[in-house]
DNA sequence: GTGTCTTTTGACTGCATGGCCAAAAATTAG
DNA sequence: CTAATTTTTGGCCATGCAGTCAAAAGACAC
């Protein structure tokens, strides 16, 4: 094994053994939370020895690690074509809001896991995903600015706040799908409503 | 000891101790996280045993729920007058934004802790403070949805999912304040354009 | 069937945690 | 000063954790 690891450099065996602790991994932590996904606890759920994941993954860290890339690759894979296909400021920022939100109910686990790995090891330390979090507020900010300075919203507000207001209403959905009662499609409507009010020049 | 421990059930010593293990765990959550707040930590930062901890509190959980118990009381005490001051609904909507951002700008520490208090405990299991959360999410839904009713909003949002937007909202702030780029005045100036647009029959 | 390579097991390490407690220290009362 | 009480200390548990490893089990070529 070298450090830098491609999929071809492991067998199928082992990288069907890799999907399957990855997958195990994501359900864990989305059901249990962060917190209590142990190792012990994900190899419980595979009815496998954690050893088997010490030899599959370097540690812990690269697990983890491998979930929010796997995570991130599919919802940019979802997401990215619906959004390139508008042209206009608003349109845009109607498919980022509802194919966010249209990712999350069809894979409620996966971004569950990812939003709380993401939260939980950025509080406090110095998490490698902090740039993860910040990236993606500063490419919705400078979509924003872009068409801001193109017009298509009202001049008077700051992309960054705007960026980080949006992504904050996204990544509350994952912690509220548990709950019977919240109904994310309704969410995702009334989101957009927000936002397109919100940064328009015109009302809805 | 009784089990329902009053202030006036303890010496003077014994609360002044007691809120200075609380201050002292609320800089701890703050700074290191909640995941790393161990008692010891947090004995360490006081320059005291972690037994008197022990002595003090029942244990950690008691601990942490005095920390959710004061600062939300406290937060309770700066906001409600402000917003109890305001008639119209917009008025009042504005004036829930900009005092939960003010104690926020004014109490970093505070207000921080207790989000990651409630997120971290919250995730996955259920948890002491699960009702605390969708306590402020309904008294935020009823709000809307009275002055939705006399007409000061727009009838067709949905109360529950607008308050969950809000408090998203607001609750990604305390996340941020670490950062130096982060203005937290120029935030809630946005938040509150933003929802007002979101939830008003007219423009801003 | 034999030998080689990969994978899995289960026991083990070292570490951090929350909680516990007897003894020491500090405080207070008489 | 002495005795009673409150508070603090520092060491001690049991538990759960990530990570390691030798040995067993399995896969596979020949």
């Known amino acids: 094994m070298q450090s830098k690891d491609t999929d071809d450099n492991r067998s199928f065996v082992s990288n069907a053994r890799r999907a399957q602790i990855v997958e195990a991994a994501i359900e864990t932590v989305a059901d249990v939370g962060y917190a209590n996904a142990s190792l012990a606890r994900i190899a419980v759920r595979l009815g496998i020895s954690k050893g088997v994941i010490s030899y599959h993954f370097s540690g812990k860290d690269d697990l983890i690690a491998e979930i929010v890339r796997q995570v991130l690759q599919r919802a940019r894979a979802y997401m990215q074509p619906r959004i390139e296909a508008q042209t206009t400021g608003p349109e845009i920022l109607r498919a980022y809001i509802e194919s966010n939100l249209e990712f999350m109910r069809d894979n409620p686990n ?11 090891t950025i509080a406090g330390a110095k998490s490698p995903f902090t740039g993860n979090r910040d990236g993606a507020v500063h490419i919705l900010a400078e979509l924003l600015a872009r068409f801001q300075a193109a017009g298509d919203f009202r001049a008077d507000f700051d992309p960054n ?17 548990a709950d019977p009662a919240f109904d994310i499609d309704r969410y995702a409507r009334e989101a957009v409503t927000v936002f397109h009010r919100g940064t328009c020049v015109t009302g809805a």
Do not use: K, N, Y
């Open 110 to 120: 996966q971004l569950s896991a990812v939003v709380e790995i993401v939260r939980a």
């Open 161 to 177: 706040a705007m960026a980080i207001a949006i992504r904050a209403v996204i990544d509350a959905a994952p912690g509220r799908l």
